[in-house]
């Protein structure tokens, strides 16, 4: 039986969303802004991106970089689905025992984020991404609940004890089936490896990828008599122009009169420009 003060620990380990959260939160900030430091050149280049862009739309990178990368945003999809369920679960918000309303309950908890994760992968990059998101995230989440079934996990406020299968106690001691331990434990591998090594490796190679995060539009630049047709990245739209860093002049400007390009790329990628 584990220590009362692992346990403890455990527990608040999950309550905080546990590595899932902190390799979240490094990626919603690292990536970003490696992302505009390479597409544009970084130094001076990228502070001016980040200051034409303003504060409140920083975040367009990261969505602009998901939209872009089916397999990214897939991934992501998943590791969210999963950090949310834990938090929520090590939180008590996901019933236990109960009977057959119980675990319908679980049952309810368990699919209504995934079935939301592919929904939203379907409508940006078609069923059959949707529909491997869908799979991959319940697969991940009904792990959890194994886990706690299993005793990985302990239910929120409950220090001894093991659970039966259902997830509820009995004095004695439920010992699950190898089978089950086995699952527990290959879905916490699993998840481990997708949110420690593949999440942060596809977004970085995402933010290497020589694409810009946003659109990419062909503007009349207008500087003192000199009016220029320029490749421009979106940053912002002033009235009926366009606030981008301009391609050709390396700069913020103001463009008008502009159409998009199909093409997002700006540069050839990291690992073609060693």
Same mark, same amino acid.
């Given at each position: 039986m584990a220590h009362p003060d692992e346990e403890a620990e455990a527990r608040s380990a999950d309550s905080k969303g546990g590595p899932g959260h902190t390799v979240l939160m490094a990626v919603a900030f690292a990536v970003p802004v490696t992302k505009v430091a390479y597409t544009v050149g970084g130094g001076a280049a990228a502070r001016d991106v980040f200051v034409g862009m303003e504060p409140a739309n920083w975040p367009d990178v990261l969505i602009g970089m998901v939209l872009t990368d089916p397999l990214l945003a897939s991934v992501l999809a998943v590791v969210v689905s999963r950090v949310v369920f /834990? #938090?929520? /679960? /090590? @939180? =008590? /918000? %996901?019933? %236990? =025992? =109960?009977g057959v309303v119980g675990a319908l309950q679980r049952l309810a908890l368990t699919i209504v984020n995934p079935v939301a994760m592919g929904v939203l992968v379907t409508c940006f990059f078609g069923p059959w991404w949707g529909l491997g998101t869908g799979l991959a995230a319940y697969a991940l989440r009904k792990g959890v609940v194994v886990e706690y079934r299993t005793g990985r996990r302990r239910p929120h406020g409950r220090r001894g004890g093991r659970g039966t299968a259902d997830g509820s106690p009995r004095a004695g001691g439920y010992r699950p089936s190898r089978g089950l331990r086995r699952a527990a434990a290959l879905e916490q591998w699993a998840a481990l490896v997708l949110t420690v090594l593949v999440l942060p490796a596809l977004a970085f190679v995402a933010a290497l990828d020589g694409q810009a995060w946003t659109s990419i539009v062909r503007c009349e630049v207008t500087e003192g008599a @000199?009016?220029?047709?320029? @490749? #421009?990245?979106? #940053?912002g739209r002033k009235g009926n122009g366009v606030v981008g860093w301009n391609l050709d002049t390396e700069e913020i400007s103001n463009g008008a009169g502009c159409t998009g390009e199909e093409s997002l790329y700006v540069r050839e990628p990291w690992w073609r420009d060693r």
């Open positions: /834990a #938090l929520f /679960a /090590a @939180r =008590g /918000a %996901v019933p %236990v =025992g =109960g @000199r009016t220029e047709s320029d @490749r #421009l990245i979106e #940053l």
